[in-house]
Nanobody
Framework: VQFSESGGGMVQVGGFLKLSCAVS????????MAWFRQGPGKPREFVAL????????QYADAVKGRCTISRDNYKNMVYLEMNSLKPEDTAIYYC????????WGHGTQVTVSS
């Protein structure tokens, strides 16, 4: 199983980004998937979850109302749309199963400048 995240970048406060994750996993359509992030000097934390069928979504309080997680089970892709970005959203963002498995991707860096 491999995860390949992309779409990060440097944006100003209040900006928008859409992150993508390509998942190499034969069981992808049966797996709940999630985004996680690790900010500078902080432990990795949960950001958002989407159920295998896309019907249930959960968000961390820190991003609720500002992020939307989605998936495409035909393309084995997971997405995270982020708007109204804040400096505290600066982190490396990763996708993984929920609960996560060993073997993380390289992540994609999001930097929000004020």
């Amino acid at each position: 199983v491999q995860f390949s995240e992309s779409g990060g970048g440097m944006v100003q406060v209040g900006g928008f980004l859409k992150l993508s994750c390509a998942v190499s996993d034969l069981s992808f359509t049966y797996r709940d998937m999630a985004w996680f992030r690790q900010g500078p000097g902080k432990p990795r934390e949960f950001v958002a979850l989407i159920a295998a069928d896309g019907g249930r979504r959960q968000y961390a309080d820190a991003v609720k109302g500002r992020c939307t997680i989605s998936r495409d089970n035909y393309k084995n892709m997971v997405y995270l749309e982020m708007n109204s970005l804040k400096p505290e959203d600066t982190a490396i963002y990763y996708c993984n199963r929920r609960p996560p498995m060993d073997g993380w991707g390289h992540g994609t860096q999001v930097t929000v400048s004020s």
